[in-house]
Nanobody, 128 residues
Framework: QVHLVESGGGLVPAGGSLSLSCAAS????????MGWFRQAPGKEREFVAA????????YYADSVKGRFTISRDNAKNTMYLEMSTPRPEDTAVYYC?????????????????????WGQGTKVTVSS
């Protein structure tokens, strides 16, 4: 089992940058594939990015590809999401999630049912 806590959210101007972190408890963190999702006001939660157990195989939603970077440091039990040139439409609550399964495509990694553990979320507001 793993407990996830997101941090780093806040107010950022469009075109700026912001870094989110997801700290995980548990000694088996490296056995989990990880993902970021987000939920904008009035919208359903959507996939943002995912990364494999050892930091490989990053996948991104088309809406953030080229602007966001997902990474992880297994020695620190932490995953990151670097948000570059955010847009007002990136405003959302961002959630990290952990999966004991492996996914091999963006569509597979985007399935919420793949992830057994979720954090409480951190709010990101991008001002125009």
């Amino acid at each position: 089992q793993v407990h996830l806590v997101e941090s780093g959210g806040g107010l950022v101007p469009a075109g700026g940058s912001l870094s989110l972190s997801c700290a995980a408890s548990g000694r088996t963190y490296s056995s989990y594939a990880m993902g970021w999702f987000r939920q904008a006001p009035g919208k359903e939660r959507e996939f943002v990015a995912a990364i494999g157990r050892r930091g490989g195989s990053p996948y991104y939603a088309d809406s953030v590809k080229g602007r966001f970077t997902i990474s992880r440091d297994n020695a620190k039990n932490t995953m990151y999401l670097e948000m570059s040139t955010p847009r007002p439409e990136d405003t959302a609550v961002y959630y990290c999630a952990a999966s004991g399964d492996t996914c091999y495509s963006p569509s597979a990694c985007a399935r919420e049912s793949l992830y057994a553990y979720w954090g409480q979320g951190t709010k990101v507001t991008v001002s125009s």
